[in-house]
């Protein structure tokens, strides 16, 4: 009996798993990104110092931003993932932030990649940095 109601138990868990897909965030794909990022290049100066961000375009959906977090880097898409892709949807760097063009003007930390002030449903869209001397590679 003992096994019967573990039997039981175990299905009901198994049975009852939470979708943690995100129906909203589907607006952006899984374009390719691959870009160098020579820090000893003056276009690229300003990334050596905490909170400074570059936009490379022609990268991922809308480009890619890269910031500068204190001692690491990140790297994100420059399309608002809580829009349809449209010429409002990119983002533009303020600051330590990135703001949609679009009337609702969402707002992401470069930090953290969530949203700023309203709580949104999808963060934005990270891709890989790895650092070798003075160059970063961003990828997917």
Request: charge should be neutral.
């Amino acid at each position: 009996m003992k096994h019967f109601f573990l039997f039981i138990t175990f299905i009901f868990l198994t049975a009852c798993s939470r979708n943690t897909s995100d129906e909203n965030c589907k607006f952006l794909v899984n374009a390719a990104v691959n870009a160098s990022v020579n820090l000893n290049l003056p276009q690229y100066s300003q990334l050596k110092f905490t909170s400074n961000s570059v936009y490379l375009a022609n990268q991922g959906n809308k480009g890619v931003i890269v910031t500068n977090v204190g001692g690491s880097y990140r790297a994100w898409d420059a399309a608002d993932p809580n829009h349809e892709q449209s010429p409002c949807s990119l983002l533009t760097i303020t600051g330590a932030n990135a703001v949609c063009g679009c009337n609702d003007a969402n707002t992401y930390s470069l930090f953290t990649g969530g949203s700023i002030g309203t709580q949104l449903p999808c963060g934005l869209k990270e891709y890989r940095v790895t650092m070798s001397g003075n160059s970063l590679t961003i990828t997917n």
